[in-house]
């Protein structure tokens, strides 16, 4: 067997195992549109977000059950937030406010530490997570809390979109549906790949009995480290792809903050335990052999290697744009996958960045 064939054959076998995955988690979640029996628990962080705030409130509120409250977590903003906080609090009582002042330490620093708190403060046996710059479809909330009526289920991670204005927008929605669309189709098969925590749902029992963040291990991915512990303890978990339980979110405005963005991912990846290195071997293989190829001249390897990466990525990626019903962005598939590729050479740089730095915070 030549290199370019042996190199085609991984692939090809990888495309298809991630094709298969994704199907059967599309297969799951139909959404259900009767009241929510469960009481609600949604976690909001929320640090110097007045701009994108009021949006995700007035959203928030067109859940109109009465057995979901809303805790809005204020860690240390140094703008309007908590003005903003108490005015929706005034129109609707089930919006809570909890006020970090002081830094923190250990397990409790960052983003983990603000859900914690709104998490330790939730009466409801179900919570939600997500983040201050995201948008809800108007069912979000009742297909969550449906799905739990699964005993076996003890935490449910969802698909976040990217609103898009600039090519560069574009670039990272299909990134972001490329990565959930991989993280969604291993969880399927029982391997938990990565999550995103503006679309994560958790028992509070489950929570609880984990040891929640405070007593798992710090990481700055805080939503992978909490779905390894969930899953390292046997409960059940569910990542359905499916347009009524996904949510929108905002893009990285300019090149810093992708890159910010893209180093705290690759820091944190250490939860996945040997899954990362078997994607660094991927990787390590793609690149060698266009490399070699381009080497010996062996222009049709390498334009074959090329083609055989974004087709493959194409075919796992474009159900889940129509299972969102977002086939209007069916043409930025290959430049969004040419785009992954060569983000895989920057994520080789930024692991020999030890210091990672996200919403004026530091953490090691």
């Not at 509070?204 to 291990?217: F, L, N, P, R």
């Not at 793609?286 to 990525?313: E, K, Q």
């Not at 969102?324 to 996958?337: A, E, K």
Request: charged letters at 15%; hydrophobic letters at 45%.
């Amino acid at each position: 067997m030549s290199l370019i064939d042996f190199v085609l054959l991984l692939f090809a076998v990888k495309t298809l195992v991630f094709i298969y995955g994704a199907a059967r988690s599309r297969r799951i979640l139909l959404p259900n549109h009767s009241l929510v029996n469960e009481a609600i628990s949604i976690i909001i962080p929320a640090r110097n977000e007045q701009e994108a705030l009021p949006y995700c409130l007035e959203s928030l509120l067109k859940n109109t059950d009465s057995t979901i409250e809303f805790i809005i977590v204020n860690d240390r903003s140094t703008d309007s937030t908590q003005a903003i906080i108490d005015a929706f609090s005034a129109k609707d009582k089930r919006i809570k406010s909890v006020q970090l002042t002081e830094e923190r330490f250990g397990n409790v620093r960052g983003k983990a530490g603000a859900l914690h708190a709104g998490i330790s403060s939730a009466t409801g046996t179900i919570i939600i997570m997500s983040d201050a710059d995201c948008i809800f479809p108007d069912d979000w909330v009742r297909t969550i809390a449906h799905a739990y009526s699964n005993p076996t289920i003890g935490m449910i991670a969802g698909f976040t979109t990217i609103n898009t204005s600039t090519a560069f927008h574009h670039l990272q929605d299909m990134e972001w549906m490329m990565n959930h669309t991989l993280a969604s189709a291993a969880m399927s098969l029982g391997h938990p790949l990565g999550c995103f925590g503006n679309n994560l749902s958790i028992r509070k029992s489950v929570y609880d009995a984990v040891g929640g963040y405070a007593g798992i291990k710090f990481s700055v991915t805080e939503d992978l480290q909490l779905l390894t512990e969930v899953s390292k303890a046997g409960y059940g978990i569910s990542y359905p792809c499916h347009h009524s339980n996904a949510v929108s979110t905002e893009p990285c405005p300019d090149w810093k903050s992708f890159v910010s963005q893209q180093h705290r991912w690759v820091r944190g990846s250490d939860a996945l335990g040997w899954k990362k290195y078997l994607f660094a071997f991927f990787a390590f293989v793609f690149w060698s052999s266009l490399i070699y190829s381009g080497y010996m001249s062996d222009w049709t390897s390498v334009l074959s290697i090329l083609a055989m990466r974004v087709i493959g990525d194409c075919m796992i990626v474009m159900p889940t744009l129509f299972a969102l019903r977002r086939t209007r962005y069916i043409p930025w598939m290959i430049p969004g996958m040419l785009f992954m590729i060569y983000m895989e050479i920057m994520v080789a740089f930024l692991l020999l960045k030890k210091d990672v730095h996200w919403k004026g915070q530091t953490f090691r």
